[in-house]
């Protein structure tokens, strides 16, 4: 059975902190990872991984997939109260194009 | 705004009772998922629908049944209701064509059974 876990489940960091957020998974035939960002509601799109060690990166937030360890990871510089939420990592794998998605990480900055 | 339109925001009704909850995704997407989320299990896959097709199946029970209409809207049905079923419920669609799935997800239904 396919599973993601990510770690870890909560963090509270002050601004200007730096944080890095770790998911691993084990998936049949995997495809792509990719990155949320759910503060309400839905889930907003941040990164798709599908190559080993090629590092994405928007603005202060980037990420790296390891496909040889099976994990990514989610780094975010001089953080922000605006990046308070819960991030969630997804893996696409053998169940025809079905996102499994691990329980999240809630990070909370505080001023 | 991820363009996928999910209505209503907001469902309030008793155990045993039957709900339809709309998605309609982004302009020319094909594909449309559904999913559930509680605060124990996480986004869960129900199933996916594509271009009027059922596609595939997660975790769905025999009392939740979709489908995908020719104007690509879509449409999750919730029979027989019971307490385990509030939860968040989410649509997403993704770019038809592409080699690549990214899924862009609505703002979600909150479903309350009482």
């Known amino acids: 059975e396919d599973k993601v876990v990510q770690s870890p489940l909560s963090l509270v960091v002050h601004e200007g902190d730096t944080v890095t957020l770790n998911c691993s998974y084990e998936v049949t035939n995997f495809r792509s990872l990719l990155w949320y960002k759910q503060e309400k509601k839905a889930p907003t799109f941040l990164f798709m991984l599908t190559s080993s060690g090629i590092e994405k990166k928007s603005g202060r937030l980037s990420s790296i997939l390891d496909k040889k360890e099976l994990f990514s990871i989610l780094n975010i510089t001089a953080t922000q109260t605006g990046d308070s939420a819960v991030y969630l990592c997804?893996?696409?794998?053998?169940?025809?194009?079905?996102?499994?998605f691990g329980k999240g990480t809630s990070l909370l900055v505080t001023p | 705004d991820s363009g996928v339109t999910q209505t209503p925001k907001h469902l309030i009704t008793a155990t045993g009772q039957r709900v339809t909850l709309r998605c309609s995704p982004r302009?020319?997407?094909?594909?449309v998922y559904w999913y559930q989320q509680s605060l124990d299990q996480g986004l869960q896959f129900l199933i996916h629908y594509y271009n009027g097709e059922e596609r595939a199946k997660g975790n769905i029970l025999e009392r939740f049944s979709a489908q995908q209409f020719p104007d690509l809207h879509s449409e999750l049905n919730l029979s027989s209701l019971e307490l385990g079923d509030s939860a968040l419920y989410f649509c997403?669609?993704?770019?038809?064509?592409?080699?690549?799935?990214?899924?862009?997800f609505g703002a979600g239904t909150r479903l309350s059974v009482l």
């Open positions: 997804a893996v696409e794998g053998n169940s025809g194009y079905a996102l499994n």
């Open positions: 302009s020319g997407d094909l594909s």
């Open positions: 997403a669609s993704s770019p038809t064509g592409s080699p690549v799935n990214i899924q862009y």
